[in-house]
């Protein structure tokens, strides 16, 4: 029987070259497709947990807009290790709270954390976000792994003197952990400086409206 022979195009080099760069084509596009898609589920698992670490430390009750789509920043400066990013919540119109998201050096790198207040500038919740400190020692600044963190709920500038934010070991009114003070002393200072620029950022807020309110009566 004989053999088929083939076509004499197929031993061209271009032939051989149009083939591969058509596989390498095709693969690049489903390559694209495939990292379009998984980046899509990314995004959206990510905007979720943000959605829900908010939910935490800001009641929904406190606020009818969207806080996430009202997202100020501030430029990096100390103690902080990140620039500022601030969610702003509002009832009718009117400011409610605010969320502040940074991070602060600790023992074993950055702790990343969100801190948030309600309208009179007290605090309704913190939790960490991320962090590299010794499991088993310093993760109880982690809610799940200890309720520490609940005690920042309340406090504000006005109740707690500048004094107490510090842990009892230098003096002030947070619990340290054994073997481990480096790690709360940073989260503690973390979260008064929070306060501390949360109520320059609304002081600040408050100066443009009354300057916008200004003008506007002056065109009256």
């Not at 083939?6 to 070259?17: F, G, L, T």
Request: charged share 20%; hydrophobic share 40%; with cysteine.
């Amino acid at each position: 029987m004989a053999t088929p022979s083939v076509p004499s195009y197929r031993n061209r080099m271009a032939y051989h070259a149009g083939l591969l760069g058509g596989i390498c084509c095709l693969v690049s596009v489903l390559l694209i497709l495939g990292n379009m898609e998984t980046s899509a589920r990314i995004a959206d698992h990510l905007e979720q947990e943000k959605r829900a670490t908010l939910a935490e430390v800001l009641p929904s009750s406190l606020y009818d807009n969207e806080p996430l789509s009202e997202v100020q920043t501030a430029p990096l400066h100390a103690p902080f290790t990140a620039p500022l990013t601030i969610y702003t919540a509002s009832l009718k119109g009117q400011f409610a709270g605010a969320a502040l998201q940074s991070s602060i050096y600790g023992w074993g790198g950055d702790i990343q954390f969100i801190a948030a207040i309600d309208g009179s500038g007290t605090l309704t919740g913190v939790r960490v976000l991320s962090h590299r400190e010794t499991p088993g020692l310093a993760d109880k600044i982690e809610v799940q792994k200890d309720d520490w963190i609940e005690g920042f709920t309340g406090k504000s500038l006005a109740n707690t003197p500048g004094q107490d934010w510090a842990v009892r070991k230098d003096g002030g009114e947070f619990d340290q952990f054994t073997g481990a003070t480096i790690t709360p002393r940073a989260v503690v200072r973390g979260v008064h400086a929070s306060l501390q620029e949360l109520d320059a950022w609304r002081q600040q807020q408050l100066k443009q409206a009354a300057r916008a309110q200004t003008t506007e009566e002056g065109k009256k």
